[in-house]
């Protein structure tokens, strides 16, 4: 038995559709296109403002606090996996990685020099792929 729609009803489902697909489009584009490195407390909170809609990070996310002022993590809550690698390293004032709770899944992962570190109690649910801690 055929069903003849009206024009209207295709109308409609061709807007959803098309919404749809360019909706999910925008979301993934908001992800990164390359590795990022944040440096300080400002280039932070702009990665945070960037990227706060994608939970899967596709490249390296080094944080390498050169000027001193990085102490806390807590906006990169939204993040779930890194594909590659999370390097946290010379961050002076960072005393946990609260914010890192939700993160589930990294290829490497890498701290080191990270002075007043005390509590890595974040990662209590991380995954490393090929056992890569250093």
């Known amino acids: 038995m055929f069903h003849f729609y009206s024009i209207r009803t295709v109308r409609l489902f061709l807007f959803t559709f098309l919404f749809t697909l360019v909706c999910s489009i925008a979301v993934k584009s908001q992800c990164p296109t390359s590795g990022q490195s944040i440096s300080s407390q400002e280039d932070l909170d702009d990665f945070i403002n960037t990227y706060s809609n994608c939970p899967d990070i596709p490249f390296v996310l ?54 007043v570190l005390n509590n890595i109690d974040a990662l209590s649910n991380l995954t490393i792929g090929n056992d890569q801690f250093i």
């Open 62 to 115: 080094s944080i390498n606090d050169t000027i001193g002022d990085i102490s806390s993590l807590e906006g990169l809550a939204f993040i779930e996996s890194i594909e590659a690698a999370l390097l946290i390293e010379n961050c002076s004032s960072l005393s946990s990685l609260d914010g890192l709770n939700n993160l589930g899944e990294v290829e490497y992962f890498r701290l080191n020099n990270n002075p």
